[in-house]
């Protein structure tokens, strides 16, 4: 059971909304704790696109992806800001009163906070392993079809199907194929993504007869209560059966909503329904600001999430600090701004 | 104009109008064509605007690039002739093309 870590705002999500969202809370004091799914920032800006150019950030006429993340880490990074990686917020309990709201979080990793405020940054939804399009994967996953390796071992002397064409497909195809009992790899094509020693190190093990590479698409599976025995390929050639108690498909990332549905927000079309003066949702004291959130006239942009933010904490600030008056400053002209950005 | 038809998983053929220079996806959204949803707005990351493309069209449409092939991987029942339509641009060489939607996506 670990210790609850008591701050001012939780905020979901790490990617660029997220990010800048602590700037904006650190001008006003306001400590942050950020949760995200991935194992580190940036969010859809460094997971999908992060040697893409960005046209459109107020103020730079282009910026990739990641530049724009690592911008943003180095804006905020007087703040110091802490980051929980590779969790997901599961349990959002109501602790306090609308006029001074506290919450009690609990992620996947068993990790509690407790905050005056939350603030949902996230974006599309947190990113989930795709599911491949077979009927019927569902009864066997967390039994025999599993999206991650966690424990290598859970898979020693059994028949391993891994499908894909990626660095995540050939990596593990290299890592597990000494264990297995057989290991066959099936892709679509025979031309892969993955890096070329990767690739050449499979084809060397296929060469050698220590494992097999189908091509073609799994379109079937067989077996009881959740235990796989069999997968079927189309391949070329027609049907090929498939010796099959352990599946691992590699079929990139997709974003859900997940447990933000369970909270008792308002939601409309997945998305959260806020104000415009504050951007709260229908829960007081929480926030949702980014491709989250729905108001008329929405735009999904960053620069809109930007906004969101600092007019998000104007309100935030209240809550944690209802003795206190809010002047408001320029980071231009008051010393004490720029101070705390260790710029004075 | 480019004629363009879709035929959905049920056999039901539907014929729309479009412009050049769009694309094959962006036309069934706009027309309200069923079983394509197009997830990811159009940017070859999502494989669910996935399209069978009759002869003698399949070859006119030109070679999937690299990144189309990529998210093919992801697509239910892939053929020789599939696309994703988001990656098809109307030109007038496929006036009469029908395209063919897969009775599920991703």
């Known amino acids: ?344 | 104009m480019v004629k363009i038809t879709y035929v959905d998983s049920f056999g039901e053929a539907r014929t729309i109008e479009a412009e050049e220079g769009t694309t094959v996806m962006e036309n069934a959204i706009r027309n309200a064509i069923p079983e394509i949803v197009a997830e990811c707005g159009g940017g070859c990351a999502c494989a669910t605007c996935h399209v069978y493309v009759d002869e003698p069209f399949y070859d006119l449409t030109g070679k999937p690039s690299d990144k189309e092939e990529d998210m093919l991987d992801f697509a239910y029942q892939v053929q020789p002739n599939s696309r994703l339509s988001c990656q098809i641009k109307v030109r007038p060489e496929l006036e009469g093309m029908i395209v063919r939607t897969p009775d599920r996506q991703g």
């Open chain 1, 1 to 344: 059971m670990s210790e609850t870590i008591t701050t001012d705002v939780v905020i979901i999500g790490a990617g660029p909304i997220g990010l800048f969202a602590v700037f904006e809370l650190g001008l006003l004091d306001i400590k942050c704790h950020l949760v995200d799914i991935l194992s580190k920032p940036g969010g859809q800006c460094a997971e999908l696109y992060p040697e893409k150019p960005i046209y459109d950030i107020p103020g730079y006429p282009v910026v990739t992806g990641q530049g724009l993340v690592d911008n943003l880490l180095q804006q905020i990074e007087p703040f110091h800001p802490t980051f929980h990686f590779g969790e997901m917020v599961e349990g959002l309990e109501v602790l306090g009163t609308p006029e001074a709201p506290s919450f009690r979080l609990r992620t996947s990793g068993g990790e509690i906070f407790e905050s005056k405020v939350v603030i949902v940054a996230a974006g599309g939804g947190s990113f989930q392993p795709k599911k491949p399009p077979i009927d019927g994967i569902e009864a066997y996953e967390q039994k025999s079809v599993f999206y991650a390796v966690r424990k290598m071992d859970d898979f020693r002397d059994r028949n391993i199907v891994i499908v894909g064409g990626g660095d995540s497909a050939l990596d593990w195809t290299l890592n597990l194929q000494p264990i297995a009992k057989r290991l066959t790899l099936v892709h679509r094509r025979d031309d892969f993504r993955a890096a070329p020693h990767s690739v050449k190190a499979m084809r060397d093990l296929v060469a050698w007869g220590k494992m097999d590479l189908q091509l073609g698409q799994i379109t079937a599976l067989a077996g009881q209560d959740g235990e796989l025995s069999n997968a079927t390929l189309k391949g070329a050639d027609g049907l090929v059966d498939l010796a099959c108690e352990r599946l691992i498909p590699f079929f990139g990332l997709t974003m859900k909503l997940g447990p933000i549905a369970d909270w008792g927000l308002n939601l409309h079309e997945n998305l959260i329904p806020v104000d415009t003066e504050k951007f709260e949702t229908n829960v007081p004291g929480i926030f949702a600001i980014g491709d989250i959130n729905t108001y008329p006239g929405k735009l999904k942009l960053i620069l809109s999430g930007f906004h969101e933010g600092a007019l998000a904490a104007q309100k935030a600030h209240r809550y944690v600090y209802p003795d206190k008056k809010l002047t408001f400053q320029y980071t231009t002209s008051s010393s004490s701004l720029q101070k705390k950005l260790g710029v004075h």
